[in-house]
């Protein structure tokens, strides 16, 4: 057993464990999605999103800016437009995101019947 091995597989976790709490937020993932059919300003975004709060999205879009996924463009104007569309590294992320989401779609069903399932089955307390 070579312990290096199994510290550096246990440091890839760790990262791997803190970029995907980062990551894989539902507003992320769905703000992601929403982007990559191109920019948005803010309201429409929130519309396209959905049930998001004012509040959730703007800390989302932050967030998502802060790691360098997404960019924010004002334009100079009376008021001022603010525009959000996925960075190259953003347009790299909306990849799995896309995948995940198609996963989601095409499993569904699979996923509610096994839940129904488990549902019924007796506990250990029955």
């Known amino acids: ?3 290096p091995d ?4 246990t440091n890839r976790c760790v990262l791997i464990g803190h970029m995907l709490s980062q990551f894989t937020g539902k507003w ?3 703000v992601v999605r929403v982007l990559g ?16 709060s004012q509040k959730v999205l703007t800390s989302t879009l932050k967030d998502l800016e802060e790691s360098g996924l997404v ?8 008021p001022p437009q603010v525009e959000y569309a996925l960075t190259d590294l953003g ?12 996963w989601v ?3 569904a069903a699979r996923i509610e019947a096994a839940r129904a ?5 007796p506990t250990d307390k029955d």
């Open 71 to 78: 960019s924010r463009t004002v334009t100079p104007s009376k």
């Open 105 to 107: 779609v095409a499993n």
């Open 37 to 52: 059919r191109g920019p948005r300003r803010f309201n429409a975004l929130r519309r396209d999103v959905g049930e998001i």
């Open 117 to 121: 399932l488990y549902a019924g089955q």
């Open 91 to 102: 347009r790299d992320f909306l990849v799995p995101v896309r995948s995940l989401a198609e």
């Open 1 to 3: 057993m070579d312990v």
């Open 28 to 30: 992320t993932v769905l």
């Open 6 to 9: 199994q510290q550096a597989e």
